[in-house]
Every structure is written in C-alpha cells, then in structure tokens.
C-alpha cells in the first residue's frame, strides 16, 4: 500500500523518527541508529509542501474535532460512531476519520465491514453510511480483517498525513477524528498536520475509575503542551443501567448453581407489583469513590461534559454497526448522549459567533 511519506520520512527510519525536515534531523536522541542520520543532519530544511495541501483539502471543514482516551478500552470508538451519528441526524455534513491504525473499529461500528475505498480524480472517497455522513478508516483497505497492522510510526504517520491529503470529504460541518488511546506518534502527527487548518479541539473519553483517571490526567496535559483545547471530557460506563425488564434473574440452590428464576420474577412482578416493571435498575460497577471525571475536571480546569451509563443495548447497536438514536431501544444512553453532544454543539456554535463578533 503506498502511503504519500517517502518523500518526507524514510520507510526503514526509526520508530519516533522527527522528520528529515525538522530541525531536531540527525540530532535527536530518536535519531541514534538510524541509516538515515547523515543524511538527515546534512539536508536542506523547509517547510513540509504536504502541509499546504492539507490545509487546501481542508479548507471546506467547519469544525475539526479529535476524540481521545488515555487508555483503551473505555468506549472511545463507540462515542465517535454516535457522536458522527448524531451530527449527521442534526442534518449536519459529517466526515468520521479513523485513525487508529493498528486498531480499526470504526468500519463495524457504523455497519461498513467489508466496504472498499474507490478513488476518482479527485482523490479518496469516504465510504457513505448516509449522503450526510461520510467514514475513512484504513479498514477499509485489509484484505482480511483479522489481519495484523504491524507498521513502525513513520509509515502510520505517512497514512494518517494521506488520508488527511488525499481524501475527497468535500464541505463538512464537521470532521470527528477517532484516535488510538495514549499520547504517541499518532497524536503528535495529528496535531501537527491540522495545525495549519485549525482544531476546534478534544473530547476526551473516560470511565470513572482511577486507573483510567490517571491516564486521562496524561491527556489533558498532553493537549495542553501541544495547544489543543479540551472541549470537554465524558465520564462513559458511569454504572450500569438498564430496565428492570431486562435483568435476568437468579437463585443459587444448595450445590451452589445458579438457577434461572427470570420467569417466576417476571411473573410475580406483574401481578404482585407492575408498576415496577417500568423502573430502571442502576448498579456502580466501577469504583468512583474518588468523584470520577467530574472531579478531575475541576482539579485541571477542564470542562465536564456529562456522563453516559453502561448500558448493554448502546453495546448492541455499537456491535450491529447501528445509530443508537434511530429506535427506543438505547433509552437509558440515548439520552445521555444526547444532552452531551447538544452541549457540544452549542458550546462551538457559540464560539464561532464570538469568533467573528
């Protein structure tokens, strides 16, 4: 697969390689080892050419938008494929980027599995899950989905820079990035090839326990460093709630099994006590003694956005590659949601006006 770097970062360069056009080239401690280094200590530098075209094939993009976790696992892709979502239903032009290299969930979160990307002159086509929302994913390009990406940094960063060069997303209201977890070449990259075009800034996603706590903590600083704002950070599988209709039910006998009483619950319920069958059941499955992202938020200055309980049907619709928003199903985290990403919109729209006021 071509990836438009080798004129800017040598395939065979070292894994955290600066760039021949850096000033740091050759003299880095990155630098140690690599066949390059002569080379790069010696050459000419200038601006990166690929930089303009970027911000030319980004010109049309309103707002850019990165979506970032300090650690995987805590429901990052899943917020971005219902934040995108959400945006297209709002009747907004929506382009979704993946760039998670090494792991590409987005094609089977918005339905697209086993799409191709098509090319005309104008460059890549995203692949449409409606006419408003349009997805680019290095998914899209695995003959096998269960096969491996094993690429050193310089040759993700090359794809990251194409797709950002290359892809035809034409006028967009808004482009929602999904990042890899951490703070690593991806991000640095990311940054520095938006720069010119301009980042609204990052949604940064968590759960509430301290173990992703600290990582978020690392993410923050990191925007903070590379001067990307925080447009909020969203507290994901804040407990786990879910219609009482929707348990089911068990009681352990004497050897110790589990017996499936859901049945005679059900039952008992809707003679005994029916009004209980439209509660909600909520139980904390992470520890957020500590006061979770709410908490953190106020201790590093950032803005909280909201929360979203884990609930087992947002699972589902992520699974099936579906909108939680288009039935009732997701009740519990369709609104949850909801309020967030109406949050975000108007906190945006709201700057642009004072922009240009």
Request: with cysteine; aromatic share 6%.
């Amino acid at each position: 697969m071509e990836n438009g770097s080798h004129s800017q970062i040598p395939e065979n360069a070292n894994e955290h390689c600066p760039g021949p056009q850096s000033e740091l080239a050759g003299k880095s401690d990155d630098c140690k080892g690599c066949p390059n280094q002569e080379v790069c200590a010696t050459a000419p530098k200038g601006p990166d050419p690929d930089l303009v075209a970027i911000a030319e094939r980004l010109a049309n993009v309103k707002h850019k938008i990165l979506v970032l976790s300090g650690k995987g696992g805590v429901g990052k892709s899943t917020f971005s494929a219902q934040l995108a979502f959400a945006l297209a239903a709002m009747d907004f032009q929506v382009g979704l980027l993946d760039i998670d290299i090494c792991g590409p969930s987005i094609p089977k979160m918005l339905g697209l599995e086993g799409q191709d990307i098509h090319q005309s002159n104008l460059g890549w086509s995203p692949v449409y899950v409606e006419s408003n929302l349009g997805v680019m994913s290095i998914g899209f390009m695995l003959p096998n989905p269960d096969e491996a990406v094993i690429w050193r940094g310089p040759r993700k960063n090359g794809l990251i820079k194409q797709f950002l060069k290359d892809v035809d997303w034409g006028e967009l209201d808004f482009l929602v990035i999904d990042a890899p977890p951490g703070t690593s070449d991806e991000h640095i990259s990311i940054v520095q090839f938006l720069q010119a075009t301009g980042i609204d800034g990052a949604i940064i996603v968590t759960t509430p326990q301290q173990v992703s706590l600290i990582d978020v903590r690392k993410e923050v600083s990191f925007c903070k460093k590379v001067g990307v704002q925080v447009l909020g950070v969203v507290e994901n599988m804040s407990g786990l709630c879910q219609p009482v209709t929707e348990f089911k039910f068990t009681r352990m006998t004497e050897t110790g099994e589990q017996k499936d009483v859901t049945e005679w619950v059900m039952e008992y319920m809707k003679e005994k006590a029916p009004e209980m069958l439209n509660l909600i059941a909520c139980s904390e499955v992470f520890d957020s003694s500590g006061g979770g992202a709410a908490k953190m938020c106020r201790e590093m200055g950032v803005p909280f956005l909201g929360k979203v309980p884990l609930d087992p049907q947002l699972c589902r619709a992520a699974e099936e590659g579906r909108s939680c928003f288009a039935d009732q199903k997701c009740g519990v985290s369709a609104t949850a949601l909801k309020t967030i990403i109406e949050k975000l919109v108007a906190n945006l729209e709201r700057t642009s006006m004072d922009v240009v006021a």
